[in-house]
Nanobody, 118 residues
Framework: QVQLVESGGGLVQPGGSLRLSCVASGSGFSMYRMGWYRQAPGKDRELVAGITPGDSTNYADSVKGRFTISRDGAKNTVYLQMNSLKPEDTAVYYC????????????WGQGTQVTVSS
């Protein structure tokens, strides 16, 4: 079973920065394809950023140029650097792991709250 544990969320003022971390552990994890999702109150969960095994990245249009996803294989960790934060970035952020050969993200973390407010 794969475990994903997010950290780094909190309260930040508009224009500020946060870095989220997601540590993977357990049997069978591969960090094949990793993603960060978010869900704001009353809204559907949406993909924020993804990273492939070859370290290609993709981003939601709403965060391009402000957020950066990266990974450290030696630490089994994926990061989401979030800069120039806006109130509309307020949400619970989830880390997700897609296994080799799977068509979807298979494992999810418990989420970390990000609140952008003055």
């Amino acid at each position: 079973q794969v475990q994903l544990v997010e950290s780094g969320g909190g309260l930040v003022q508009p224009g500020g920065s946060l870095r989220l971390s997601c540590v993977a552990s357990g049997s069978g994890f591969s960090m094949y394809r990793m993603g960060w999702y978010r869900q704001a109150p009353g809204k559907d969960r949406e993909l924020v950023a993804g990273i492939t095994p070859g370290d290609s990245t993709n981003y939601a249009d709403s965060v391009k140029g402000r957020f950066t996803i990266s990974r450290d294989g030696a630490k089994n960790t994926v990061y989401l650097q979030m800069n120039s934060l806006k109130p509309e970035d307020t949400a619970v952020y989830y880390c997700a792991d897609q296994q080799v050969g799977s068509p979807r993200y298979d494992y999810w973390g418990q989420g970390t709250q990000v609140t952008v407010s003055s």
